[in-house]
């Protein structure tokens, strides 16, 4: 099996979108490297990427796959399925996806997909997902409340079969990379923090945590808020700089995925906050992948009651929040041992599948299943009958 994997990624940089894709990759390095030497030999795995890659980067190191650093990927890609032959081109990036069908349409019977966010009320976006869905071999959506709601979209409008739909939208979940066991443990009755990981931005409700500390702090002087982030979204950077010179914050700054998970641990209480106020109401249909890396490592997380966060979570998780005033009155309670154990353990079990090696495991399977059946032509539209 040869496939090809692309992700619009400008720069390695410790983030959300960044740490997935590797994670993945990584997670398929390590599959391939478990199986017999006789059977290793069947696989090649090949990565086009516009920077350079150097093994060891951000921790990541492979053994089966070889990264190629191109200024014009798409072109780069073509040519390598000219001589390679690839069985699968996996592209993460809706305009690479587009130009991938424009420049060689035959290309779209080996193309998987990964689509990370639409809006249903942007004809532009749609009118391209629907045009990628229609030529490509299989689209994989990051959450199933976001691949379901597409399935009841197309089943809408009529255009595809539900067995069409079923066989072609796959959920190709987030996840994390396994806790190693020497990075922290928290002695019994430490003070408990609060953090903050992952990019800021408006809706991900700084200025909530950084009210929620204030209170927290007139009973816990010694708790602290602490933040870590890749980036800032530019026109807010002004005004999370301000949050994050208040009293009680710990700016951090931009830290390895190691050592973030390392401060995670130190901390005790995550805080994955989404308000969101777009039309479409997208975002909630996912949840932020900061989540994911406080359950796996067992630490209580106190988010917003999201589509997504729900899927994630279960509809009775407890320690859903609203504002700042709900955020100080969750860490009383997880400042009981008895609780906070429970709610450790809760998250922990509800996160093992999307720990990357479980999680990579339907992606393998289906993979396998199409290579197995060969060539095949993508997904016709239903003949509609013509209006009278």
Known sequence: MRICFFCNLIEFKPKGNVLQFFILLRA??????????????????DCVLPFQFRNGMGGFTFQHVRFYRSNHPIEDIIRRDKNKNYDFIFIRGRNEAIKLLDQKPSLGSKLLFLAVQYNLNDPYIMGRLNRIFKHSRLVFFQT?????????????????????????????????????????????????DLIVAGVIRPRYGLSVATKAIRFIRENHPQAKLRVLYPSIVGKYKKQAKTLLRKSGVVDHGQKSMWTTKKLILKSGIGIALLYDKTSDQNPSHSYLSRILEYMALGVPVLTTRTIGNVALLGENYPLFVLDAYDIAGHYEKLCNHTFYQEMSQYVSSRGERFLADHAVQSFWATVQEEFLIGPRATVPLINKPTPP
Do not use: C, M, W
Request: charged letters at 30%.
């Open 144 to 192: 199933e409340p976001n691949a379901q709601r597409y399935r009841t979209y197309q089943l809408q409008r009529g255009n595809y079969s539900s067995q069409d739909l079923d066989r072609k939208i796959q959920v190709l979940p987030q996840f994390v990379e396994p806790p190693r066991d020497s990075l922290y443990e928290r002695p019994q009755g430490e003070p408990l």
């Open 28 to 45: 398929l390095d390590r599959k391939v490297a478990q199986l017999p030497a006789h059977e290793r030999d069947q696989y090649s795995f």
